[in-house]
């Protein structure tokens, strides 16, 4: 990861401050390689670090600082994030908690959006628009160029038909003067993930999507067979935790959590997709870190293939 003033360093010139990359240790689903960065598919979504509504600042600031320097302790080494988080509060903590970033951590930001004064999302998705929102990003962030940036598109109530490419086109420039590196999409339909890929290629596609919200059940599949990554997001239900009488039932019978189950189910579910579930807690962290590796057995798949069905 490229940081502003300096850039990668060589151990031996580091100052204090400074941290060696940690290799990965091993977390529940071990690693996937989003074009050539390799991040560990449990990794940690940092929205909800913002304040109520995702604005403003947080309540527990300290305790959202600890949050993200224990989960890069924890060898987690994929953080999703945006600059429309709060706005900026988000990747302000993230810079503050984690800077100068560890080379193994890749920082995954979006941009299509941005905030109203009610807290509302609207879309800024003009080629202007974009382009100051990748600058914005790299100044919160203090990067000089972004890992991995999602086009978000649709809006709050989801995906919109419709075609990406003025926007998409905008981020491939981008990518060309080199500020970003790989690219994304996010809150996209079917076609627009065929529109992008025909357009450039993508590493990820982020949409909503967790053992009650199977609508892209086949676009994961085709995508794992493109070897491109799904990531989903409300993974434990978002504002509105998971609720179901089979989970709750797989989950009391294995004598673990909801979450636990909700997490386990989406890494056994393919190979591609990566977890960024959110948390303010450091106690939730470690519980959903543990809780993910929990094996499932072909009844218990069964039982919560049902809950989407
Ligand atoms: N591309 C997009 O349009 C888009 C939209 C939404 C989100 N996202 C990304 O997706 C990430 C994940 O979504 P999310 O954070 O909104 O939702 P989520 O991961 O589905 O759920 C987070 C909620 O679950 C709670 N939680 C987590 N672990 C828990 C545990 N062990 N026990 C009890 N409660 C627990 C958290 O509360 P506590 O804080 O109390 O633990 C938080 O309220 C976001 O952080 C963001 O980076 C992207």
């Given at each position: 990861m490229l940081m502003q003033g300096g850039g990668r360093r060589h151990p031996q010139f580091?100052?204090?401050?400074?941290?060696?990359?940690?290799?990965?240790?091993?977390?529940?689903?071990?690693?996937?390689?989003?074009?050539?960065?390799?991040v560990t598919r449990f990794g940690y979504g940092a929205m909800q670090l913002a304040g109520p509504g995702v604005?403003?600042?947080?309540?527990?600031?300290?305790?959202?600082?600890?949050?993200?320097?224990?989960?890069?302790?924890?060898?987690?080494?994929?953080i999703d994030t945006s600059d429309a988080y709060g706005p900026r509060v988000t990747n302000e903590l993230i810079r503050e908690a984690l800077h100068p970033y560890p080379e193994s951590l890749h920082i995954v930001t979006k941009v299509g959006a941005t905030r109203?004064?009610?807290?509302?999302?609207?879309?800024?998705?003009?080629p202007?628009?974009?382009?100051?929102?990748?600058?914005?990003?790299?100044?919160?962030?203090?990067?000089d160029v972004l890992d991995l940036?999602?086009?978000?598109?649709?809006?709050a109530g989801g995906p919109r038909p419709g075609s990406l490419a003025e926007a998409f086109e905008t981020l491939v420039e981008l990518r060309q003067q080199g500020l970003i590196r790989?690219?994304?999409?996010?809150?996209?339909?079917?076609?627009?993930?065929?529109?992008?890929?025909?357009?450039?290629?993508i590493v990820c596609v982020q949409n909503m999507y967790n053992l009650a919200h199977r609508h892209d059940d086949k676009l994961i599949d085709r995508l794992a067979a493109d070897g491109v990554a799904y990531?989903?997001?409300?993974?434990?239900?978002g504002f509105t935790p998971l609720q179901s009488s089979a989970l709750s039932a797989v989950a009391a019978r294995l004598k673990a959590t909801r979450m636990s189950v909700a997490l386990a189910w989406l890494l056994q579910r393919s190979p591609n997709i990566l977890l960024i579930p959110g948390t303010s807690s450091t106690a939730h962290l470690h519980e959903n870190v543990a809780g993910a590796g929990l094996s499932l057995s072909r009844e218990d798949l069964t039982e919560l293939d049902g809950i989407g069905g």
């Open positions: 580091m100052t204090k401050g400074d941290k060696m990359s940690t290799p990965s240790r091993s977390l529940p689903g071990g690693t996937w390689t989003l074009g050539d960065l390799t604005m403003g600042p947080p309540a527990d600031r300290e305790g959202a600082l600890a949050v993200l320097r224990e989960a890069v302790d924890l060898g987690i080494t994929h109203d004064e009610q807290g509302g999302w609207p879309t800024a998705r003009r202007e628009d974009l382009r100051r929102q990748v600058h914005d990003n790299l100044r919160s962030l203090g990067l940036v999602n086009l978000r598109l649709g809006d790989h690219l994304g999409v996010s809150n996209a339909t079917e076609e627009q993930v065929a529109e992008a890929q025909s357009i450039a290629p990531v989903p997001f409300f993974p434990l239900g």
